[in-house]
């Protein structure tokens, strides 16, 4: 069974918030509605300039300047699709298909609790048409593990000041 | 193996993004960083004001207004826990802790790409002690999806003109 959680680890410095915890960092990348989106419909198959503005409804500069930052982190990539014109669009690279659980996770939350007509949209399972969940799992058993049994504490990254 | 996803169907008037997308609704409930923070300091434990307040740096009257909000929408629930003085804490309830896939998620992203001295904080499976991260599942065959074998179509809850 799970051990009661150290809630007290987690009283730090402000600082340790802002330049160590996964969460924070990961939230500064992608903490804005619109890029989360446009991650989303990348993610579908979504490649162009035009169809992430019209899909959106998003102002072009407010894309232009999602799709700089994506491309800076490495969550997408410009590639060149035609000649004459030159002509770019914007595919996921390894490191962006990587949010795909983050982003099922999402769906699954947001499913649950705001799709009272039903999931608006399914994410199946190629292989065999089964409903996808973003799901905690433990890599030692393999198992699907229930939020009461998650223990935490300091990982290596941690400073000293947090394993102390 | 997948099919080809049909970004197509995405292609929709930005209310359907703002209505019924699960990412979008999901992202409106929890989409500001200091949200998710706090979700997380209460997920390991956390419950009273002034350690939210320290922990996360965070000026009283937006811990206040985000504390309120994450009650209001039924992530947390205001507890009383003392009679004199009376005095109040905030603890999950079933749906904030269905928000640990999410979180998660987060950690694993940002473990594999933003902590180069190894994950800050641990997430451990309490049964068996090994490390737990957020990952796609199917919840029919039971195994776990690598993201280039998801597919995507309209759901239950999609409008007539999406599944059209």
Same mark, same amino acid.
């Given at each position: 069974?799970?051990?009661?959680?150290?809630? /007290?680890?987690?009283?730090? $410095?402000? *600082?340790?918030?802002?330049?160590?915890?996964?969460?924070?960092? *990961?939230?500064?990348?992608?903490?804005?509605?619109?890029?989360?989106?446009?991650?989303? @419909?990348? !993610?579908?198959?979504?490649?162009?300039?035009?169809?992430?503005?019209?899909?959106? #409804?998003?102002?072009? @500069?407010?894309?232009?300047?999602? !799709? &700089?930052?994506?491309?800076?982190?490495?969550? !997408?990539?410009?590639?060149?699709?035609? %000649?004459?014109?030159?002509?770019? /669009?914007?595919?996921?690279?390894?490191?962006?298909?990587?949010?795909?659980?983050?982003?099922?996770?999402?769906? &699954?939350?947001?499913?649950?609790?705001?799709?009272?007509?039903? $999931?608006?949209?399914?994410? !199946?399972?190629? %292989?065999? #048409? #089964? $409903?996808?969940?973003?799901?905690?799992?433990?890599?030692?058993?393999?198992?699907?593990?229930?939020? %009461? /049994?998650?223990?935490?504490?300091?990982?290596?990254?941690?400073?000293?000041?947090?394993?102390?």
């Amino acid at each position: 069974m799970a051990q009661p959680t150290r809630y /007290d680890l987690l009283v730090l $410095p402000r *600082t340790y918030d802002r330049i160590t915890c996964s969460i924070a960092r *990961t939230m500064e990348v992608l903490g804005d509605r619109w890029t989360l989106l446009v991650v989303r @419909n990348a !993610l579908v198959g979504m490649t162009r300039f035009d169809d992430f503005q019209q899909s959106l #409804g998003i102002a072009p @500069n407010v894309l232009a300047d999602r !799709l &700089t930052r994506l491309c800076a982190e490495g969550v !997408l990539q410009r590639r060149q699709y035609s %000649e004459r014109p030159v002509r770019h /669009d914007y595919v996921p690279t390894e490191k962006g298909r990587e949010l795909w659980p983050l982003l099922a996770a999402m769906v &699954t939350w947001g499913d649950a609790y705001y799709a009272p007509d039903g $999931p608006p949209r399914l994410l !199946l399972h190629g %292989e065999c #048409g #089964g $409903p996808v969940v973003g799901q905690l799992t433990c890599t030692s058993c393999r198992s699907s593990v229930p939020p %009461e /049994d998650i223990i935490t504490g300091p990982g290596p990254g941690a400073r000293p000041a947090v394993a102390a």
